[in-house]
């Protein structure tokens, strides 16, 4: 059996007092509106403590029940192990079974990994919540950063004219990539959380207040926190790509009567694209392995709600979320037992690296095939 979770009553409480709060703001605490939801918030209040105390005491009485049960093995020296028959997952004889049997046993822990929600304070079960929450922020982030670096590298390059205020720009822009990434954590969480999301919350979310809704972590947050990190390095790419098209093709083109647009449109950005998707996927794959900035802007220990799920509005920006950086680095270096989390640190630590890995061969994938696409109409 497993136990009941009775968090949902207490969020119903929470609501009811958030309601209590609003209409004692706005009628005051003598109005008889605040005295009819005084009495339906101390009525909820009465049946949830009611239902806590008798969870408690199903949850008691499960506990003494699984503790009468223990299982006695004896090991290879010859000693005895007594263990709580709860405390078992699983079991199987390990010198007993084939090949095939052992092969089926690694493919389903490997499945448990990667689809299970952890359990044990993140140091046993799987990682799903993570892998889900990093691929989530990563692609919010590449969706912000791509579009604004490759304008603006077009603009620096191909239209801006060369002086003092361009210089100014391109050196800020260098300088960006060589600013510590937790200055963007600060950054973030003092601009998009406090500032940014304090504004929202105070225009449209006013009744939940003081309780916040977009002034804390998230993973918009997050998301614009790391784009502004990674900017430099679409910028820079854009800009070497751009550079890297013939002169001979730009006048070419406009000897044929095309404008600066169409040239730009049709000769300069698909030629220049290998340079561009290389300096997106560089971005992502710097981006997904991030973590100093996202410990202040929205990745959290254990997210109970996913980012992204099967009900409207189906993305939700203002959730905290799960990241395997960030997942490496709690189980690594805050849990109680860092010795038995080793496993699960050294794989997900394996599975990050793959996933950057990743990434960065296929950026070497599409540069190569994009530029053969387009060697031939050199000249």
């Known amino acids: 059996m497993q136990r009941r979770d009775f968090g949902e009553p207490h969020a119903g409480a929470g609501r009811a007092r958030l309601e209590l709060r609003r209409i004692e ?146 050196i800020a822009i260098n300088n960006m990539a060589g600013v510590p990434s937790i200055v963007f954590g600060v950054f973030g969480l003092g601009f998009f959380c406090y500032i940014v999301g304090g504004s929202i919350d105070g225009t449209f979310f006013s009744a939940k207040l003081p309780n916040p809704t977009y002034g804390k972590g998230g993973i918009i947050w997050a998301s614009l926190t790391l784009a502004l990190l990674t900017l430099p390095v679409v910028v820079v790419a854009t800009e070497e790509a751009l550079a890297a098209v013939p002169r001979s093709m730009r006048e070419g083109s406009y000897a044929c009567g095309a404008s600066k647009w169409q040239t730009i449109r049709r000769i300069v950005l698909p030629r220049a694209m290998p340079g561009i998707m290389t300096g997106f996927i560089l971005a992502m794959a710097r981006g997904a ?24 509005p189906y993305l939700h920006p203002d959730r905290s979320f799960m990241h395997l950086g960030f997942h490496i680095y709690d189980v690594g270096f805050q849990s109680q037992n860092s010795e038995a989390a080793k496993p699960m640190v050294f794989t997900t630590t394996l599975l990050l690296i793959t996933l950057i890995a990743t990434l960065n061969i296929a950026a070497v994938g599409i540069r190569t095939r994009l530029r053969r696409r387009f060697v031939g109409g050199t000249f």
């Open 25 to 170: 703001a706005h009628y005051g605490a003598d109005s008889p509106e605040y005295a009819r939801m005084r009495a339906i918030t101390d009525g909820e209040t009465v049946a949830i403590d009611s239902r806590r105390r008798a969870l408690e005491e199903e949850i008691r009485l499960l506990d003494a029940e699984n503790a009468r049960y223990t299982l006695v093995l004896t090991t290879a020296d010859g000693s005895t192990a007594t263990i709580v028959l709860a405390d078992i997952v699983r079991g199987f004889p390990a010198n007993q079974l084939s090949i095939s049997s052992r092969a089926g046993v690694y493919v389903a822990r490997w499945w448990e990994f990667l689809s299970a929600d952890p359990r044990e304070a993140n140091s046993e079960g799987g990682v799903y919540p993570a892998i889900i929450g990093t691929v989530i922020m990563t692609l919010l982030m590449s969706v912000l950063v791509v579009p604004f670096g490759v304008l603006a590298a077009l603009y620096l390059r191909e239209y801006a004219k060369a002086g003092l205020a361009v210089s100014a720009v391109r």
């Open 289 to 312: 392995g991030e973590v100093a900035p996202l410990m202040l802007v929205g990745a959290v220990k254990l997210a109970p709600d996913l980012p992204i799920d099967g009900v409207a």
